[in-house]
C-alpha cells in the first residue's frame, strides 16, 4: 500500500495544516502574554531620582570635553567589539528567523487564499538566499558546540535539540522549495510540523529567551540596560 | 536506598527554604541561558585564566544554581564543596559580568553563595 494514500497519513496532514496551526498561533501568543506578566511580576518599578541644578548643585560641563563618554573604548569593551563575527552571525540568524517567515511569499500566498489579505513579500531569489544565510549562521553554532572549548563545556544535549528545532523550519523550507526529495508532500508536512513546534515551544523552553532579553534588556535599569527602563528587580 | 545519594550534614530542608525564596527568577534564568558563552569576556578571571571555560560566568551560574535546582535542593556535602571553590574562588561577585540575554548572574552567584553559607559551607580563610 502507498504510504501517502493511508488514511493516518491524509487525517495527519490535514490536522497539521488546520486545527495544529491554530493550535500553535493559540499557544504562542498566549503563553507569550503569560510569560510576560509572570517576567513583570518579578521586577518592580522605581523611580529615577533626577538631579537638578540648584545652589551648590549644578555640576558644569567640562569645556574641554574630558568627561564626554569615550565611544569607541565603549564599543571595545562590548560583546560587538570583543566577539565580532559571533555578533554579526548571532544577530543575523535572530533577526532573520524572526522577519522571514513573514515575507516568505509562499505564505503570503496562503494568509491570501485563507483570509484575502496579505502583506508584501520576499522575492523568492531573496528568500532563497537569505534561508542558505540562516543555514550556514546554525551551522556556525552547531560547528561552536561541537568543536569550541568553552561552548562545549557547558554544552547539553536541549542544547542540540533547540538549535536542531530552531534550523528545522528553515532546512525543510529550503528542500521543500526546490523540490529535492521525491515525496514534496512529506516535506512540506514536516516543513509545518516543525514550525507549529517551535512556535509552540516558545514561551515553555529554552526559546523563553526571546521574551526573556526583550523584557529584561529594555525595563531593567542597569549598566547594560538597552533603552531607559525605569523598573528594577 | 538504591540510587538516592546521601544528604547528611546537609540541612535540605534549609537550602529548599532558600530556593523556594527565588523559585521563579532562577527556574527562567536557568531556561533563558542560551549557553552562547558570550559572557565569557566579561570576567576578568576567566581572561586572567588563560581562558580557562571553568572561570566562564554562566558555567559558574550553571554548575552551581543549575545543580541546587536540578536537585531540588537535595543537594549533599561534596556537592556543596565543589560549589564553594566555584562560588568562592573563581567569582569575587564584582558584578562585571554581561550577560546577553540578560541573565542576572551576580544574583545567582549569591544565592549559591547564600545556600552554602546556611550550611556552614565558606572559605576559612585563616585556616587555608
Not at chain 2, 14 to 27: G, H, Q, S, W, Y
Not at chain 2, 42 to 52: A, E, Q
Not at chain 2, 86 to 107: A, H, S
Request: charge should be positive; glycine fraction near 6%.
Amino acid at each position: 500500500m502507498d504510504f501517502s494514500n493511508t488514511f493516518f497519513w491524509t487525517f495527519a496532514y490535514d490536522f497539521i495544516r488546520g486545527p495544529m496551526v491554530w493550535i500553535a498561533f493559540i499557544v504562542f501568543f498566549g503563553g507569550t502574554i503569560f510569560q510576560i506578566f509572570s517576567l513583570l511580576s518579578l521586577t518592580k518599578k522605581q523611580t529615577i531620582s533626577k538631579l537638578t541644578p540648584g545652589p551648590g548643585r549644578f555640576i558644569p560641563k567640562r569645556a574641554d570635553g574630558e568627561d564626554k563618554k569615550d565611544w569607541v573604548m565603549w564599543l571595545k569593551l562590548s560583546i560587538a567589539g570583543v566577539n565580532p563575527f559571533m555578533t554579526i552571525v548571532s544577530t543575523t540568524f535572530h533577526v532573520l528567523l524572526i522577519i522571514m517567515p513573514i515575507f516568505v511569499l509562499g505564505h503570503n500566498i496562503l494568509l491570501d487564499n485563507s483570509f484575502g489579505l496579505s502583506i508584501i513579500s520576499l522575492p523568492e531569489g531573496v528568500s532563497d538566499f537569505l534561508t542558505i544565510i540562516v543555514i550556514l549562521c546554525a551551522a556556525i553554532f552547531l560547528y561552536r558546540r561541537l568543536f569550541v572549548d568553552r561552548v562545549r563545556a557547558i554544552t547539553t544535549w536541549s542544547d542540540y535539540l533547540f538549535l536542531f528545532l530552531a534550523a528545522a523550519p528553515f532546512v525543510t523550507g529550503f528542500f521543500a522549495y526546490h523540490q529535492v526529495f521525491e515525496n514534496y508532500r512529506l516535506i512540506i508536512s514536516l516543513h509545518i510540523l516543525s514550525g507549529e513546534l517551535m512556535l509552540m515551544a516558545v514561551p515553555f523552553t529554552k526559546f523563553v529567551h526571546m521574551i526573556y532579553l526583550v523584557i529584561f534588556r529594555f525595563t531593567i535599569v542597569s549598566e547594560y540596560s538597552l533603552g531607559r527602563g525605569n523598573r528594577t528587580w | 536506598m538504591f540510587g538516592k545519594k546521601s544528604t547528611t550534614g546537609v540541612n535540605t530542608k534549609e537550602v529548599k527554604a532558600i530556593l523556594n525564596e527565588k523559585k521563579t527568577k532562577m527556574e527562567l534564568s536557568l531556561k533563558a541561558c542560551a549557553h552562547c558563552t558570550l559572557c565569557a569576556e566579561s570576567c576578568f578571571l576567566f581572561m586572567g585564566r588563560n581562558k580557562d571555560p571553568k572561570y566562564m560566568p554562566s558555567y559558574k551560574f550553571l554548575n552551581s544554581v543549575g545543580i541546587l535546582y536540578k536537585k531540588k535542593g537535595n543537594v549533599d556535602i561534596l556537592d556543596l564543596g565543589e560549589m564553594r571553590d566555584l562560588v568562592w574562588e573563581r567569582c569575587v561577585l564584582c558584578t562585571r559580568c554581561y550577560c546577553p540575554v540578560g541573565v542576572d548572574i551576580p544574583e545567582m552567584i549569591a544565592l549559591a553563595r547564600r545556600v552554602c553559607r546556611s550550611q556552614g559551607v565558606y572559605p576559612q580563610y585563616e585556616r587555608e
